[in-house]
């Protein structure tokens, strides 16, 4: 299974809108296998088809060691507000307090096209918010205030060039001297 490429900010991709997924097939099933794979050599917890370039309605998670796959997610309910410090793993080294529900109700299909409902608080819920907004187009350098996502955008400035063709060849990284205490938070 190849790694993919992980499209950074910059790239058109991730400001589109998916497509529903309207089959489970092969392909669909290789490309969650992938991006499985890909989402764990970033040392992510969460990873959107945009993200690898696709217009799949697609996202994968890994929150304490559980996978999920949600295929055609929708929040079905919310309730609360929490901030949470959140990075991107397509905009990397970037991080942002963004204030998010503080329980969601998800309902999706899984890899075998099942539906099934899942909750989510902390992590599982910030991340399964922050996959589903990557579905619509959307980053969470937008929840952002003016003048932060200004700042942030300062520091992406000296980060982009790194990624030509707007493209993090996540093979050719070396994480050890990533900061630990955002391990949880590339989504
Ligand atoms: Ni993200």
């Not at 929150?63 to 507000?81: K, W």
């Amino acid at each position: 299974m190849p790694l993919l490429g992980i499209r950074v900010l910059g790239d058109p991709v991730l400001r589109e809108e998916t497509v529903l997924v309207d089959a489970i097939t092969p392909a669909l099933q290789a490309l969650i296998d992938d991006m499985f794979e890909t989402m764990h050599a970033a040392r992510g917890v969460g990873l959107a088809a945009p993200q690898v370039g696709r217009a799949e309605r697609v996202a994968v998670i890994e929150v304490d060691g559980q996978p999920h796959v949600l295929i055609n997610p929708e929040i079905i309910e919310r309730e609360g507000t929490l901030k949470w410090e959140e990075g991107c793993l397509s905009i990397p080294e970037i991080y942002g307090d963004v204030t998010r529900s503080k329980r969601v109700v998800v309902r999706a299909m899984n890899r075998d096209g099942h539906t099934f409902e899942i909750e989510g608080t902390e992590l599982l819920g910030v991340c399964m918010q922050h996959e589903i907004d990557h579905l619509h187009g959307k980053l969470f350098i937008d929840h952002l205030s003016f003048l932060k996502r200004q700042k942030v955008m300062a520091l992406w400035d000296a980060e982009k060039d790194q990624y030509p063709n707007f493209v993090r060849d996540i093979s050719k990284e070396v994480h050890d001297d990533d900061d630990p205490a955002h391990d949880d938070e590339r989504l």
